[in-house]
């Protein structure tokens, strides 16, 4: 599989927007340092993801993002696709990776499984990560190391 860091971070600050955006926008400041993601970065990124229409950007004074969708209807594999990360496990886009820029002899093997990634992706939406346990966990603790959330919403 051949998702780099812009498709992990891509879905790692939706889903952070996700479990903080109940209480109005979130700003790209607040999501960099909870997750540990450059804003500049990230700046990228929700470009991308306000351009199809996952997020909608909130100007002026306590601004930031929010989903433009519920959680149900965004798929992990909506987020990639929206950062125009491939999951490809084909090196067959690689020259170097082929014959002579021909298809090689496993080409459908590794075709089918990238088909297959994209569809186990599609099948996970930010709602069912959410409603994750672990990641409950995870935001409570992020939250209380980063000091950015109210105590109202430490107990999750």
């Known amino acids: 599989m051949r998702l780099t860091t812009k498709g992990r971070y891509a879905v790692t600050a939706m889903l ?4 903080h955006d109940q209480s109005g926008p979130v700003s790209l400041a607040d999501i960099s340092l909870r997750q540990g993601i450059s804003l500049s970065y990230l700046e990228q990124l929700f470009s991308k993801l306000r351009k199809q229409n996952l997020i909608n950007s909130i100007r002026g004074p306590g601004g930031g993002y929010q989903l433009q969708q519920p959680t149900c209807d965004i798929s992990i594999a909506d987020i990639i696709d ?4 491939s999951i490809d496990t084909t090196r067959c886009r690689d020259k170097r990776g082929c014959q002579d820029g021909e298809k090689c002899l496993t080409h459908h093997l590794w075709s089918d499984l990238s088909k297959q990634i994209h569809s186990f992706l599609s099948e996970i939406t930010l709602e069912s990560l959410m409603s994750k346990r672990e990641v409950q966990a995870t935001s409570a603790r992020q939250n209380r190391t980063t000091g950015l959330i109210s105590s109202q919403l430490l107990d999750i």
Request: charge should be negative.
């Open 16 to 19: 952070d927007l996700a479990l």
């Open 82 to 85: 929206a950062v125009n990360e």
